[in-house]
Each structure stands twice: as C-alpha cells, then as structure tokens.
C-alpha cells in the first residue's frame, strides 16, 4: 500500500508494498517449512530457520516455485516480475549524481570537485531504497542523511526500528521481523509501510507518539489479537487517513470492516478500498443487519429472562437488582472483544477401510472346534428346551469376493467404529480440538457433526489458517480386550449369599467379564485449506467447503488408501448458529 494523496488523480508516492507482500509471503512459507535454497550461502539464511538434512536443495526450489506460482494465481496483487538489473535503482537521485560525475571526470580541470565527497552525498540523497541486503541493524550514521525524506528498508531482518533521520516523509519495512520501534520520534513522516512484521497490541500504543503526524498506515499482517485495543490505538493518530490493517488475528471477527469503520470515523481509505459518506451508509446497514440476526438467533429463553428481569416480575427492590444487573451485562458485552468463532460440519466419510478379515484357523482345529460346538450345542439345546444357539453367518473366504453387505455383517461382527478427530487451525488446536461421533463402517459413513469453536486469536493464528488450514485424523474403534475375572465365593458364602452364575447356562458360575476401555488407533489424516476465509472483502464472515482425501500414515504397517477415501466438511467463519426449536416443559 502506497500512500495515495487526496488530489484527483492522485498517485502512490511508494510502490513498495506490493513488492514486500510478495516476498513476505514466500519469506513466511520457506519458515513454515524450513526451507534454505543456498545451505552455504549465510545471506541466504533465514532467522528461525529449521535445519532439514533430508530436504535436497532441488525439491526446495520446486515448493518454492510451485507456491510462487499459486500465490500468483490466487490473487494478481502478489503477482511479481522481477525489473531488469539496474544500478541505479537504489535511489531516484543515483543517476542524476552518476551523470554529473561523469561530466565533471571528462574535463581537464575539474569544476565540481565536492560531488565525490561524503558531506555532498550525505546532504544530496532524498531516497534510499536498500531491500533483502541482509542488513540486521541501523547504526548512528544513517541520520547524517541531513535531506533524507523516503526510506525503503523492506526484506531487512532489522527486528527493531531506531536510529532513523527525523527528517523521513516517507518509511517502508515491510517484512523485517520488527517487534519494537524503539524510542524515536518521527514527526515529519506522513506514510509508514510496516506490514509483515510482529508488531503486536503493546508495541502499537507507542504508535501515536512516535508518529504523530501520519496520515498513511500499512500494518496488514502483523501480530495484533484485540480489535478493541488496536482502534483505540489508531484512534489516537489524530490525522491517520489511509489504513491497510487486514490480515492480522483482530480483523477475524465478524462484521470486521463495519466495526473498524464505526470506530475510526476519520479514514477516507480502508483495506486499499476508497471510503466516502455513501460507504459508511451501506456499511451501518450492514452491521445493523448482523446485530439482528445474532438476535434473531438467540435461544428464546435468554430473550424471556432479560425481559423478565427488566419488566420486574418480582418486583420493588428485586427489579432494580435484576435491571442493574441487565446493564452490567450490556456493558460487559460492549467492552468485550468481538470471538472469532468457526463452525464446523464433518458430513461424510467415504470408502473407509474395511474390517479386517479374520484367518482361517487350520483344519484340524476346525473340525475340532465345530464337534465342540455340536456337543455343547446339544447339551444347551436339552437344557433350554431344545433351541440351538445360531451359528455366525457364512461369508466369502478372500476380499475380493465380500459384497458391502457381507462387510457390514463383518463390521458389526468386529464392533468397529470409526470417528474424526477435528484440531482448528491454532498454536492452541490441541487444546480446543474434538471428536465427532463413533460411527459404525459403512461405505458412506454419515457422521453429520456440527461444532462451534471460540478460536483463541494468538499471534500467529492468520498464519496458521494461511499455510495450515484445519487438521482432522480418521481414527479406527474397537472393542477393548476382556478379561475374565474370579468371584470370592468364599465371602459370599459366609454371609449367607450365593454367587450367581455367569454365563447363559451358568457351566462357569464365579467367573465374569470385566469391560476396558475401546482401543482406537489412528489411520489417516487430512488438512483443509482455509486461506480463502482471509478475504479482505469478507466482512469477517465466511465459508469453506471442501472434499478432500486422507492420506495414510508411514506407521500404518504398509497400509494403504485408495484416491476415493474423502471426507466432506464446511468451514464457516463468524457464521450465526441456527436457533434451535423452543423446548416444551
């Protein structure tokens, strides 16, 4: 984002945003996988680096060139063509100074000796534009810049901002992992570039006195969690202007640019979005229809409550308490920062692994088995008037030969049971992740769970929803493993009471079974992609469906999945839940 005059036709006196939010984005995607394309290269390396022995440096530059091509297809505004090489591009007045010199070497008697001085070059250059040259710090000599008035630093692991000229109008850095702004104070700059950084809600409480005088803000992409705290602080630069804010943990609310609007009555550009008086009409509509359906939504006995304790159905002083404490609710919610919720539905898993067959036993046991099936067969027939106890269904000896309804029989046989295991896209999922029903295996296993989770809005939640999405693990149930256990018949005999016989014919009384927890064993897991809930005209609210398919796992004993094994889920951000039906008493 460049700051963009008010002047019709105006245009952007820096360019320099779209360039870093490229490479930001390629920066942040080399750390999530720790990536290094030069391992002998120190410059090529990145802070927070992982080292990866197994990773060759050939399938490195392909991820990172199959993501720069979808970061390129996803959204034009990251598409980058790198400028042909020029030596003079790193300030507007280089070349002019380059001629000069150049004129003044080809006379015999030079007339402009000082244009090669240092006090000249110093008091001479208006812009320096110095990106990805692996500087790490700004020492004191940066402010004899005495005419210095536009800074490009972006693509530099600064980690902090000092030391900077006071004399700067305009001040790019993005994507240089700042943290701090140090003690300086700016006050002639009117545009400040600072996007893909970690600037998070402390660090921008300084912004107000550090830069009193801006009128252009770029802070999309940072580490700010609160909304209310980050407008407040806003609010305070008194002439802010022109703000890019998306894409940090705050703007995940729902009706995010109707509320920034509403808190920042000053701003004549938003998200890169121009913002006039008919704007913010269509944008107080919008966020008076959202609070309406959050109403709307509401289960009815909250709504009878607060009327109850407003009306005073049990009035005198009992009706103040209850309308007092109606109004303390009311200002606690307004205080409150907005959640950020996801809803999310696991439809259906398709073409689950079978049950797993059993063995046949040897013949011999067979033949065994089945004669001391016969006998007891025939003893328990006398005892209970004759009734035989059925025997198991026959089914086909290889898999190739089971119908589905010979596999469901198997299934039901075996007891087995499938869930998901659904972790949000969080440094915290692990915490607030669940499970959906246990579902007996089927073909098309409908397990139709729908959940509500309020997602902690950490510092790097943006970035997990960009390049994690949400996880889910297919897990296998079985029944735990019973053992038998031995009755103390001898108690019971001395206190007068006989053990009661275990079993359907009571040939083992003082034996029973005791139950043990199910065995579940993971088999496969899934991610669904969520980068297109970060849309910056989407209000805060979105929706993602998707079909994606389980990928086995290395430890699963060589087992494998079929292109046909999915699972269906919809994501949807900010959406309001269905109210449920009213419930009779």
Not at 394 to 416: C, G, H, I, N, Y
């Amino acid at each position: 984002m460049g700051f963009e005059p008010a002047a019709k036709g105006g245009k952007a006196l820096s360019d320099d945003g779209g360039y870093a939010k490229h490479q930001a984005m390629l920066t942040m995607f080399r750390r999530k996988y720790g990536i290094r394309l030069n391992e002998e290269e120190d410059g090529e390396k990145l802070a927070g680096d992982r080292e990866d022995p197994s990773r060759e440096s050939s399938d490195a530059r392909m991820m990172m060139a199959a993501f720069d091509k979808k970061l390129s297809e996803m959204d034009d505004e990251y598409e980058y063509v790198p400028e042909a090489d020029d030596t003079f591009d790193w300030s507007d007045e280089a070349r002019v100074l380059a001629n000069l010199i150049s004129s003044d070497l080809r006379l015999e008697d030079r007339r402009r000796p000082e244009l090669t001085t240092r006090d000249f070059a110093l008091s001479y250059f208006k812009s320096l534009r110095m990106k990805d040259m692996n500087i790490v710090r700004i020492d004191e000599g940066l402010k004899d810049f005495s005419s210095l008035t536009e800074l490009s630093l972006s693509g530099n692991p600064l980690g902090m901002l000092r030391r900077l000229p006071e004399t700067l109008v305009i001040l790019n850095v993005y994507n240089c992992n700042i943290r701090e702004i140090g003690d300086m104070v700016l006050p002639n700059l009117v545009h400040l570039g600072i996007g893909y950084n970690e600037i998070n809600d402390e660090v921008l409480t300084k912004f107000p006195e550090h830069f009193p005088n801006i009128l252009s803000l770029d802070i999309g992409y940072n580490h700010l969690t609160n909304f209310r705290e980050t407008t407040d602080s806003l609010g305070r630069v008194p002439k802010l202007m022109q703000l890019m804010l998306f894409g940090n943990p705050c703007c995940l609310i729902r009706g995010y640019t109707c509320l920034a609007l509403q808190a920042l009555q000053k701003l004549t550009r938003f998200d890169d979005v121009p913002v006039g008086a008919d704007d913010r009409e269509h944008y107080d509509e919008v966020l008076r229809r959202l609070v309406e359906e959050e109403k709307a939504a509401q289960p009815s006995s909250e709504v009878e409550e607060v009327v109850a304790a407003v009306s005073g159905e049990d009035g005198g002083e009992e009706e103040n308490k209850d309308a007092e404490k109606v109004e303390e609710v009311a200002q606690a919610e307004e205080t409150q920062d907005p959640p950020t919720v996801l809803q999310i539905s696991v439809s259906t898993v398709m073409n689950a692994p079978t049950p797993t067959m059993p063995k046949p036993p040897p013949k011999d046991e067979v033949s065994d088995e089945s004669s001391m099936q016969s006998l007891k067969g025939d003893s328990k027939g006398k005892k209970k008037g004759g009734k035989k106890t059925p025997s198991p269904p026959s089914r086909p000896a290889t898999p190739e030969e089971m119908t589905v309804e010979d596999w469901k029989s198997l299934a039901q046989e075996q007891d087995l049971r499938y869930f998901v295991r659904v972790i949000p896209p969080s440094k915290a999922g692990e915490h607030i992740a669940y499970t959906t029903r246990a579902i007996e295996w089927d073909p098309e296993i409908v397990f139709g769970d729908t959940e509500r989770l309020e997602i902690p809005r950490t510092a790097e939640l943006t970035e997990c929803m960009q390049f994690d999405g949400l996880h889910l693990e297919l897990w296998q149930s079985y029944p735990g493993i019973k053992t038998p256990v031995v009755a103390d018949t001898e108690d019971e005999g001395k206190n007068g009471v006989s053990p009661e016989p275990s079993g359907e014919a009571g040939d083992e009384a003082g034996l029973g079974e005791t139950e043990v927890p199910r065995r579940d064993v993971l088999m496969a897991e899934a991610d669904v992609g969520l980068s297109t809930l970060l849309n910056i005209k989407s209000n805060g609210i979105g929706e993602a469906d998707s079909m994606v398919q389980w990928k086995a796992l290395l430890t699963s004993n060589g087992f494998k999945l079929g292109e046909d094994t999915t699972v269906s889920v919809k994501v949807q951000l900010n959406a309001v839940p269905e109210k449920a039906p009213p419930t009779e008493e």
